[in-house]
């Protein structure tokens, strides 16, 4: 594989790593899930281990409807194992707050004092659709 190659995947699977936060973060929980390949997997920081787009779908839906989110993704690095396959670990500072929290209109909802700092642990894959999570493990590293 050549390094043009190389380059093309690794931008991929940085963009599907990126959407997945910015669609979780729009509530766009069906986008989200379709990211993943059919039978894909996510496993939570509680350990509790979603399997499928279904499943990973509802379960990101199932969460209180006035939480606003911000995962800010940093320190991406795929590491390519092939023309169809990549593992990528990306650290993640997640800002959340609640939409009845009364919003300053020039600067938004106000951010809980509670911050988390985690890490996405992904295997991706390519798939018909294009590259698409198959697996992946989020942790937490550090909370305030």
């Known amino acids: 594989m050549n390094e043009i190659d190389l380059l093309l995947i690794e931008r991929a699977c940085e963009r599907v790593i990126v959407d997945s936060a910015t669609l979780n973060d729009r509530r766009e929980f069906s986008a989200l899930?379709?990211?993943?390949?059919?039978?894909?997997?996510?496993?939570?920081?509680?350990?509790?281990?979603?399997?499928?787009?279904?499943?990973?779908?509802?379960?990101?839906?199932?969460?209180?409807p006035d939480r606003?989110?911000?995962?800010?993704?940093?320190?991406?690095?795929?590491?390519?194992?092939?023309?169809?396959?990549?593992?990528?670990?990306?650290?993640?500072?997640?800002?959340s707050g609640q939409r009845s929290d009364a919003p300053d209109v020039t600067f938004g909802v106000v951010p809980s004092e509670h911050h988390m700092v985690g890490e996405f642990a992904d295997r991706l894959v390519r798939t018909d659709e294009g590259w698409r999570i198959a697996e992946r493990h989020a942790t937490m590293a550090m909370t305030t």
Request: glycine share 8%; proline share 3%.
């Open 33 to 64: 899930a379709a990211l993943y390949t059919t039978d894909g997997v996510v496993v939570r920081p509680s350990g509790q281990r979603l399997e499928g787009r279904e499943a990973i779908e509802a379960a990101y839906a199932a969460g209180p």
């Open 68 to 95: 606003v989110t911000r995962h800010l993704c940093t320190n991406v690095r795929v590491e390519v194992d092939g023309s169809d396959a990549a593992r990528a670990t990306t650290v993640v500072l997640i800002l």
